[in-house]
């Protein structure tokens, strides 16, 4: 038994967890093989890797928990089809951290009287709870809230919180005033001091700013981090663009290990101000990192890089991007994708840079989902 809920059908939201991991993992491998049959040249014994694998269980750095029920008695959890709360704080997805604060978290949001919105009725405060643990132990908590109104209530009962639970290292509050599926608002109001989560992986200290991206499955992203670092070295690229470049995980990996003048481009100004603190503090000061869009700012460059990382959103690059990849001078291109269809359209578009190497990480256990890393050269 890896897990009751799944096992009594109250939660599938690891859809693969009945299946054996060797065979998640070969069925992922052969779909992504499938999908990028055309544009990998399958026949080179040097391309596909073997896929890198996780643990099942206790890798989720991050909890994204739906609060429902009643300020006595909250759920965190999901939503079954008929809109009730499933209470899943003892997921054994999470990482052990996550799931001994739960409990403590679930006791606070009653102590400081923090009503569970309600869908039917449009009533109520707290929406989701977001927790994140970094590999230190230190904890990010996130409350989402409909309004301001609990949020003197949180200030005053946070150092009680902070006394019973000290690895909260960042508290802040969310504003989602919005009935419609949205995990979060653009406002953020940070109560506590630290304003960043810092996140030690693979020998990089990289800060999580609250609405910032992560990976998260810390082991997997190391192995990520790991993979750039190689392949990159091997190519000894000049001049390196981080196109997506989130909290500068590949850029600050690949400033770490070689001589490389590295520029990362992120539209979160948010992820840039984490970047550019996590380059000062490593005196990586051959790297910057600028807030813009990926695409337009590469287009409306004069120059050309030796090597374009991207990691772009389930959407993938799209044509413009992987036009002007195709017609640039750019000699080597690695990509990190999360959905292979779209990574397949894109090397569809860049039919001159060909796969010479290329990895599954099994970044999401138990789940149809995957990332694959490509190193691509041109032709």
Same mark, same amino acid.
């Given at each position: ?92 997805? &999470? ?245 292979? &269809? ?38």
């Amino acid at each position: 038994m890896l897990c009751s809920h799944f096992d009594a059908g109250r939660c599938r939201s690891c859809t693969w967890l009945g299946t054996a991991y060797a065979e998640q993992l070969a069925a992922k491998q052969h779909t992504v093989e499938e999908l990028l049959a055309g544009p990998v040249d399958t026949g080179r014994a040097s391309v596909w890797l073997p896929p890198a694998a996780s643990a099942q269980l206790g890798v989720r750095n991050k909890a994204k928990m739906v609060v429902s029920g009643t300020v006595a008695e909250p759920t965190l959890g999901i939503l079954n089809p008929a809109g009730a709360g499933v209470d899943l704080r003892d997921c054994p997805l &999470h990482t052990p951290g996550i799931q001994a604060a739960l409990p403590v978290l679930a006791d606070f949001t009653t102590r400081a009287a923090l009503a569970p919105y309600d869908l039917a009725t449009r009533r109520g405060e707290l929406k989701y709870l977001l927790v994140t643990e970094s590999p230190d132990g230190e904890l990010m908590v996130r409350f989402v809230l409909r309004s301001q109104e609990p949020v003197a209530r949180i200030r005053k009962h946070l150092p009680a919180l902070i006394e019973r639970l000290p690895q909260v290292a960042v508290a802040t509050v969310n504003l989602q005033p919005e009935h419609k599926a949205v995990l979060e608002g653009e406002r953020e109001i940070v109560l506590t001091e630290q304003e960043s989560l810092l996140m030690r992986v693979g020998g990089l200290g990289l800060h999580l700013r609250p609405q910032s991206f992560f990976q998260t499955n810390t082991a997997m992203a190391a192995e990520l981090y790991r993979l750039a670092r190689t392949w990159v070295v091997e190519v000894e690229p000049a001049t390196v663009w981080d196109l997506y470049c989130g909290v500068g995980g590949f850029a600050l990996a690949i400033a770490s290990t070689t001589d490389s003048e590295v520029i990362g481009i992120e539209i979160s100004g948010a992820a840039v101000a984490s970047a550019t603190a996590s380059a000062a503090e490593a005196g990586l000061d051959q790297v910057r990192f600028e807030a813009a869009d990926a695409t337009a700012w590469a287009l409306a460059r004069s120059d050309v890089p030796d090597l374009v990382v991207v990691n772009p959103p389930r959407r993938g690059l799209g044509a413009e991007l992987s036009g002007w990849l195709e017609d640039s001078r750019v000699r080597h291109v690695l990509y990190s994708s999360c959905n292979a &269809h779209t990574l397949a359209r894109d090397l569809e578009t860049m039919p001159s840079l060909r796969p010479v190497r290329a990895q599954l990480l099994d970044m999401f256990p138990n789940t149809a989902h995957y990332e694959v890393l490509a190193l691509l050269e041109r032709s």
